[in-house]
């Protein structure tokens, strides 16, 4: 039987959440990332373990049908491969930083200084946009320490918390790039491959949409039970039921993440009661 083959980080930053999407997704592997291959049992996949920056190129050439890496890999690679999915986890900016005495009052200041980094190709081209001539470095590993040591004037760099940052002494002057994991697929899948990659795209989404949401239940006053619905709307519009004392409402929605304290305190203002919020295990979209 014809199998996906996905690639996934052997062991980094991205793996266990690759790993626990794949599962959420009904897709279990057995004995993880210890070998280099490993068959799912309920579906169709097989996954290979490894490094993230070979993943584009493997995926380019067919190796694997598709893979997880992180968006920065994706573009750095510049592999002809499509990005499918966006996943929501591993998020990180790439970032230009110099050392916290220096002032800085615009890019023009980074002409001509030296800037290093293991993303050449998106510096290069962030400061080709911006007509600025930099000498850039290319380091793989311990970028955030090449000023101290005076191999460079900046760098350019992942940053998530922005601690590396701080305490190798240097701060954050431009953001270049947002980046999170991304689902990649080679371009020319065969059918039956595009099928099963449309089936795991749907079950991917109803995992990430249930994990963005949650299910709300509320007692609401029917004098006020109109603003309160339109303050929840639900997927389509919210369940209304009469609660066993007169003039009250039980309303069950779903809410999404983002908008969620705000809405809260909406409908607390609105004089809703008993408010329960229970998380959604899947949400078929
Ligand atoms: O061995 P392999 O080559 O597979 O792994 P790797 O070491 O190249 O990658 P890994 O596991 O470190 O990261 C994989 C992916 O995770 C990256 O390509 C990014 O897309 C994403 N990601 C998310 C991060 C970070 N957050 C992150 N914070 N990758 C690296 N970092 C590093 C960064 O390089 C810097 O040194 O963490 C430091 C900054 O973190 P803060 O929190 O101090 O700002
Ligand atoms: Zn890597």
């Not at 689902?183 to 020319?188: F, L, V």
């Not at 203002?269 to 919020?277: F, K, S, Y």
Request: aromatic share 4%.
């Amino acid at each position: 039987m014809n199998r996906l083959r996905i690639a996934i980080q052997k062991s980094g930053r991205l793996s266990e959440k690759s790993l626990e999407l794949l599962r959420e997704a009904g897709i279990s592997l057995t004995n993880g990332s210890r070998k280099l291959l490993s068959v799912a049992q309920e579906f169709p996949v097989e996954v290979i373990y490894l490094r993230d920056d070979d993943i584009p190129q493997y995926v380019e050439d067919g190796v694997t049908d598709i893979g997880i890496v992180g968006e920065n890999e994706f573009v750095e690679r510049n592999c002809r491969v499509d990005l499918v999915e966006r996943l929501g986890f591993a998020r990180c900016r790439l970032s230009l930083a110099i050392p916290r005495s220096d002032s800085y009052q615009g890019l023009e200041d980074l002409e001509n200084k030296r800037i290093a980094t293991s993303y050449p190709l998106i510096l290069n081209n962030f400061l080709h946009e911006r007509g600025i001539k930099a000498e850039v470095h290319v380091i793989n590993g311990s970028v955030e320490i090449a000023p101290s040591i005076g191999l460079a004037d900046a760098i350019f760099d992942i940053v998530s918390s922005g601690s590396t940052l701080i305490s190798n002494g240097l701060k954050e002057v431009e953001t270049v790039m947002r980046s999170e994991a991304v689902i990649i697929a080679n371009r020319n899948l065969g059918e039956e491959q595009q099928g099963l990659l449309q089936d795991l795209r749907f079950r991917i989404r109803s995992v990430l949409a249930a994990s963005n949401n949650k299910y709300i239940l509320l007692n609401a006053p029917n004098d006020r039970l109109e603003e309160i619905v339109r303050v929840i709307p639900g997927m389509k519009s919210p369940t209304v039921m009469p609660l066993a004392e007169a003039g009250w409402s039980s309303v069950h929605s779903v809410l999404s993440e983002k908008e969620f304290w705000a809405v809260i305190d909406r409908l607390r203002e609105l004089g809703a009661q008993g408010i329960l919020v229970i998380p959604i295990e899947k949400m078929i979209v």
